[in-house]
Structure formats: structure tokens, C-alpha cells
């Protein structure tokens, strides 16, 4: 039977597969939205120019030129619809590659310094309100089926994910990362001795330093020289995670062995003589 810990990390990449199956769907579905628009915008103008060469007057494009929306795409008939319309699908397609960059971790340095929230010390919350607010700019369009069951499968795991930032909050990506779990598979420590906790504490040395600059010389300083077993290595230790417990009392080896009863010793101890 696998350990609470082993159904936690099964369960979060699931999530995590689900959700990046979810933004290349939405990936590839406004990409041919996209292409659909652009020819609908063509024909309708190819429409436009033919019906102001002809002198009779075409009633169909004149309906055409009444309705809100292109006929066959998702591009409003206005001023500079079509430029907005486009740039609103490939603002999606950047977001949804920006996502699935960021659910494989990758660069984990650009995320952490640049972007926070899509970073590790940050839960899934901010992940599935994005997912959400994509999904839902999609949905108030009028999209075809592909694009349409995409987007709500999106926003489906969108709400999950937030589900999920509820529950585990900041750890969540902890617990799912793979490189976090391969270096607790290498611990050597143990981690229960007849039934006790006895993982190390890792915030144990905190409180010893408050200037991150005042630690990290002392760290610097303390891997040249030896502690010992006086003060500087309880600090050490604590500062590693690891807490020196108290040994347990027992009898030393050179006490002397209890006398049979009944009998008595004597001893003669020189005496001055005055």
C-alpha cells in the first residue's frame, strides 16, 4: 500500500496532465479560429469591393453589411473589428503557451524572479483563474464545436485547479514536483523509529539568525572549521534540520558490582606509628 504522500502526488499530476492537455487543445482550436476569421474578413471585403465596382445594387451584401458579426467568424462588424478580433486570438494563443511553459516549470528562474505567481512558491489559484478567464473570453463568442468544447474543458480545470490552491494552498506544487519527491526517495534518515516521528524540523534554525547576510557568512565561515559538540554545532544542526535530542539516562559501565549478602570485607590501610 502506497503512502498518503504517493496518492497526493499521483493525484496532482493528474490534474497537472489534464490542464496542459486542456491549454493545447485551446492552443490549437484559436489557431484555426484565427485562420476561419481571417477568411471570412477576406471574403466579406472581396464582397465589399466587387459590389462597389457593379453598378446595380447587390442586396446580399447589403444584408451582410447589416449584421453585428462577419458572417462565419467571430470578428465584430465595426471600425478596426477585425484588427481586435485578432489580436484578442493571439493574445490566447501567447497566454496558452505562456501556461504550458509554466505547468512544466520551465525556466523555473524566469517564473521565480519575473513572474511569481506562475512560480513554485506560489499554489495552483493563480493558475486556474487565468485558466478561467481564458476559457470564459472564449465562451462569450460564438465559436465552433471544437473551440467551444475546448474552452469549457479549460474552465473546467480551471476551477480545479483553484479547488486545489484552496486546499494545499502555497505547497501544492511542491507536493506534485518530481524533483522534490526523487530527493525524499534518497533521504538516508529515517523518517518513523517504533512508531515516532522523528523527521528533522526545517525551519529548526531560523530563529537563530534574523540578517540573511549574517547566516550565509556563518554558513560560509563554519564549512572551513569544525563545530564540535558545543553551541555552534546545536546550531549547525538546526540550521541542516535537524534537532540533537537528549540522550538517555542510564548507569555507567565502572560502577561496582553489588556484594553477595551475609558476607563482609575487610581492608587494612596503613597506619603512621607515632
Request: net charge positive.
Amino acid at each position: 500500500m502506497l503512502p498518503p504522500r504517493a496518492y497526493v502526488f499521483i493525484s496532482l499530476n493528474g490534474v497537472r496532465a489534464l490542464s496542459i492537455i486542456a491549454l493545447l487543445l485551446v492552443f490549437a482550436s484559436n489557431i484555426v479560429t484565427l485562420v476561419n476569421d481571417v477568411r471570412a474578413v477576406n471574403a466579406f471585403m472581396a464582397a465589399g469591393k466587387v459590389a462597389d465596382a457593379s453598378s446595380t445594387t447587390n442586396s446580399t451584401y447589403e444584408e451582410m453589411a447589416d449584421f453585428d458579426y462577419i458572417s462565419g467568424s467571430t470578428v465584430p462588424n465595426q471600425p478596426a473589428g477585425a484588427f481586435w478580433a485578432v489580436l484578442n486570438r493571439l493574445l490566447i494563443i501567447g497566454q496558452a503557451i505562456v501556461l504550458i511553459m509554466s505547468e512544466f516549470g520551465f525556466p523555473a528562474n524566469f517564473w521565480a524572479k519575473y513572474f511569481p505567481v506562475l512560480g513554485r512558491d506560489f499554489g495552483l489559484g493563480p493558475l486556474g483563474v487565468m485558466q478561467m478567464l481564458i476559457g470564459a473570453a472564449i465562451l462569450s463568442h460564438r465559436v465552433d464545436t471544437f473551440t467551444l468544447v475546448s474552452a469549457f474543458f479549460l474552465f473546467s480545470i480551471g476551477c480545479l485547479n483553484v479547488l486545489l490552491g484552496l486546499i494545499f494552498r502555497a505547497g501544492a506544487k511542491g507536493k506534485r514536483s518530481l524533483t522534490s519527491w526523487k530527493e525524499h526517495a534518497k533521504s538516508a534518515l529515517p523518517t518513523h523509529v517504533a512508531g515516532v516521528d522523528v523527521r528533522p524540523v526545517v525551519n529548526a534554525g531560523a530563529a537563530f539568525f534574523s540578517n540573511p547576510n549574517e547566516k550565509s557568512a556563518s554558513l560560509s565561515s563554519a564549512a572551513k572549521s569544525g563545530f564540535g559538540f558545543g553551541r555552534q554545532g546545536e546550531k549547525a544542526a538546526g540550521l541542516k534540520g535537524y534537532l540533537i535530542s537528549k540522550p538517555i539516562e542510564s548507569l555507567p559501565r565502572y560502577v561496582a558490582k553489588p556484594h553477595p549478602t551475609g558476607s563482609t570485607e575487610y581492608s587494612s590501610t596503613p597506619t603512621a606509628v607515632a
